[in-house]
């Protein structure tokens, strides 16, 4: 079947640039997460959805940062005014709600320029 | 301190040998612990849950220590297919859903 896809898989943005990234998850899966994976680091996470509501959002670095899932199922990461820092691999990841288990996306790999 | 501890290595190891690798997380409320496996520019994919009795899954054993909290991954055997990072994933309750914490990673390289 159908797993998590993300798009844009590559991003290029000229630093100030605004960036939005989709993540579908599997289809009725109520758990969503977004992390961010620097080089060389583990996935650091972002935020989480349940169904359309938005539990815990402590992971986002700055104000910059915006999640929404408005309909429970796609979800928008959005970044504005990017920086630099903001380059890393931008993984989605759903899961069922009683499953201790997450699949991920492949990854959309932002490079800020 | 961070909340999940690995050794970031390389580890390099020749096929066929046993290797380890432990992870120490400092929540002691942490309830539940996994390997993931991730090959170099893709997606995490899990390995296995670790489990307080332990539990292993072909040339893989998984092990978790409460007391001293920390877990624990064996390889025997080495293949050169092993070759990855493995990470190390706690959760803990965060009112009312499962937080997830990745490790580091450690990375194996397994050497002909």
């Known amino acids: 079947g159908a797993g998590v896809s993300q798009s844009p898989r590559y991003k290029v943005a000229k630093r100030g640039q605004d960036v939005a990234l989709r993540c579908d998850p599997i289809?009725?899966?109520?758990?969503l997460f977004w992390y961010q994976q620097a080089l060389g680091q583990g996935p650091e996470f972002l935020t989480y959805f349940q169904n359309e509501a938005q539990l815990d959002k402590s992971g986002l670095p700055s104000d910059r940062f915006f999640a929404e899932r408005p309909e429970g199922s796609v979800s928008t990461l959005k970044i504005q005014r990017t920086q630099q820092e903001d380059s890393a691999v931008y993984l989605c990841a759903s899961r069922t709600l009683n499953s201790d288990e997450q699949y991920f996306g492949p990854g959309t790999r932002l490079t800020v320029t | 301190r961070k909340e999940v501890e690995q050794d970031p290595g390389p580890f390099n190891v020749p096929e066929g040998a046993t290797v380890a690798f432990n992870c120490t997380y400092s929540?002691?409320?942490?309830?539940?612990f996994f390997w993931y496996r991730q090959d170099c520019r893709k997606e995490p994919k899990l390995l296995m849950s670790?489990?307080?009795s332990g539990n292993e899954d072909g040339r893989f054993t998984a092990q978790l220590n409460r007391a001293s909290q920390y877990i624990s991954l064996l390889i025997r055997d080495s293949k050169l297919s092993d070759s990855a990072t493995y990470l190390c994933v706690v959760n803990s309750d965060s009112g009312g859903y499962q937080k997830v914490t990745f490790g580091i990673g450690t990375k194996l390289q397994v050497i002909p």
């Open positions: 670790v489990y307080s």
């Open positions: 289809s009725g899966h109520v758990s």
């Open positions: 929540n002691s409320a942490s309830q539940s």
